[in-house]
């Protein structure tokens, strides 16, 4: 039941988007084995000239960037999963947006099971029950 808030420097369009999501949808259930069928994930678009990296605009600099977070109940995947999710997330945004500043961020964030949920039920009541 991951969420995950995106932007991305790029023009807005559908096959972006769902390339963007299939990626993610990819990932997210096949290293972090979290069911597709309950990932959210909200992608907003951002303008080379509003997005600074380094105190310089990223049309100044001809690159393009990414940030994501995910939020995933806690203890439910390894150091080591997360690593390589961040890794191989990098590398698809890299295949995809191209001319990648190194400066694009991923954040796997672990939230206790009691303070998360959706459908009006924390994970730790869908834990129990």
Do not use: C
């Not at 690159?63 to 890794?87: H, L, Q, V």
């Not at 995809?96 to 099971?113: C, F, M, Q, R």
Request: charged content about 30%.
């Amino acid at each position: 039941m991951p969420i995950l808030n995106v932007k991305v420097s790029a023009v807005k369009s559908p096959e972006l988007t769902k390339e963007i999501a299939e990626l993610l949808l990819d990932l997210t259930s096949g290293i972090l084995r979290k069911k597709r069928e309950v990932t959210a994930i909200a992608i907003e678009y951002v303008a080379h000239d509003s997005w600074v990296v380094g105190g310089h605009l990223l049309s100044e600099q001809n690159k393009n960037s990414f940030y994501f977070d995910i939020k995933i109940t806690d203890e439910t995947n390894t150091k080591d999963e997360k690593a390589r999710y961040i890794k191989e997330a990098f590398a698809g945004f890299e295949r995809i947006l191209g001319n990648l500043h190194e400066e694009s961020y991923i954040h796997v964030e672990d939230v206790k099971a009691a303070s998360y949920g959706y459908g009006g039920y924390t994970q730790e009541y869908r834990y129990h029950h």
